[in-house]
């Protein structure tokens, strides 16, 4: 079945500091991939997709890149703030639709 | 952008009570919805999906009975949890399957707490 793994957290940063969660899956196919966001209390919020090999998803500074040859969606940002500190979740849905698989998620927080 | 909503946001009940939770597209037709409980600080897990106009396929080991899921519309789905007690207790978030296929769209949550 499909997996997705990410990096463990918690992870602390400094603000402007640079970021990178990692992100693997395994699936069958070509899945998309996801990358959503949850701040405390909250549900989770899209971030950025991709929806095949070589697709950079972008959004409010972060970015990932679909590689397919390293089976990875790693979540990048150049400088993070202090709003940035949440929940991040790697997530794929396999090419039949359906539910979708997410990883344990990775608790990012950024000190000023 | 697709907007999903939740009400309640939270809610307190006795053990012994049932809770009902509504999810709604707010500006799209959503087909299946999606269930999900979460713990603090795990990640989510599928309860079930649910698909307008059919019954909920659910996920191993969650029961059915006690966790009813309605779909009548394509903007609404409601989960009951029927007799509730304290270990039923956690965040339930919805999601909706958007416009494009391969995206969800979830709600903002709801805090159950059953005393």
């Known amino acids: 079945g499909n997996s997705v793994t990410q990096m463990e957290g918690p992870v602390t940063l400094s603000e402007e500091a640079f970021l990178t969660i990692n992100c693997t899956y395994t699936a069958t196919g070509y899945p998309s991939l996801f990358w959503y966001v949850q701040y405390p209390g909250e549900g989770l919020q899209l971030l950025l997709k991709a929806t095949k090999a070589d697709d950079k998803g972008s959004n409010k500074g972060f970015e990932a890149t679909y590689r397919k040859e390293t089976t990875s969606f790693h979540l990048e940002k150049g400088s993070v703030q202090v709003s940035d500190s949440a929940v991040y979740f790697c997530?794929?849905?396999?090419?039949?639709?359906?539910?979708?698989?997410f990883g344990d998620g990775t608790t990012l927080t950024v000190k000023p | 952008g697709a907007v999903v909503s939740q009400h309640p946001s939270w809610v307190i009940c006795k053990s012994g009570t049932s809770v009902k939770i509504e999810c709604r597209s707010l500006?799209?037709?959503?087909?299946?919805m999606f269930w999900y409980r979460q713990f603090p600080k795990q990640s989510l897990m599928l309860m079930a999906t649910?698909?307008?106009?059919?019954?909920?396929?659910?996920e191993q080991g969650v029961e059915k009975d006690k966790f009813l899921i309605n779909h009548a519309s394509l903007t609404l789905s409601t989960l009951t949890v029927t007799s509730a007690h304290p270990e039923d207790s956690s965040f339930y978030i919805c999601s909706a399957q958007g416009p494009e296929a391969d995206t969800q769209y979830f709600g903002p949550g709801t805090r159950l707490t059953v005393l």
């Open positions: 500006d799209f037709q959503a087909t299946t």
């Open positions: 649910s698909n307008e106009g059919s019954k909920a396929t659910y």
């Open positions: 997530a794929l849905k396999g090419t039949n639709a359906g539910k979708s698989t």
